[in-house]
């Protein structure tokens, strides 16, 4: 029902900023709009962490204590994209970032948890240099 293309990834300086984009491409009786967006990362030979993640209307966000202040997560509904600009990039930031799709609504979930999330993006790597 959705598809999703994450791109923007790249290597940067520590210190350095990237913007991260995630287009959706959305069955023909669904609405990009239906979904709470999430960014995640996976770092080699670590599990997937949660990175940030936005409600439907874009009015609400919740971060990552490690990427709080830094980080930044918004959305397009029109044009069926979520963004999410990296500030003052660290080494421990390295990872694949991957885009997600959460059907649940506000209030049933806090929007964290990977297994909540019913589609996924095939990733972006970020790598940053020290």
């Known amino acids: 029902q959705v598809q999703l293309v994450e791109s923007g990834g790249g290597l940067v300086q520590a210190g350095g900023s990237l913007r991260l984009s995630c287009v959706a491409s959305?069955?023909?009786?669904?609405?990009?709009?239906?979904?709470?967006m999430g960014w995640f990362r996976q770092a080699p030979g670590k599990e997937r962490e949660f990175v940030a993640a936005?409600?439907?209307?874009?009015?609400?966000?919740t971060y990552a204590d490690s990427v709080k202040g830094r980080f930044t997560i918004s959305r397009d509904n029109a044009k069926n994209m979520v963004y999410l600009q990296m500030n003052s990039l660290k080494p421990e930031d390295a990872a694949d970032y991957y885009c997600?799709?959460?059907?649940?609504?506000?209030?049933?979930?806090?929007?964290?948890?990977?297994?909540?999330?019913?589609?996924w993006g095939q990733g972006t790597q970020v790598t940053v240099s020290s």
């Open positions: 959305v069955a023909s009786g669904y609405t990009f709009s239906s979904y709470a």
């Open positions: 936005v409600t439907w209307s874009g009015d609400s966000t």
């Open positions: 997600a799709a959460n059907s649940l609504g506000v209030g049933y979930s806090d929007y964290q948890k990977s297994h909540e999330y019913s589609y």
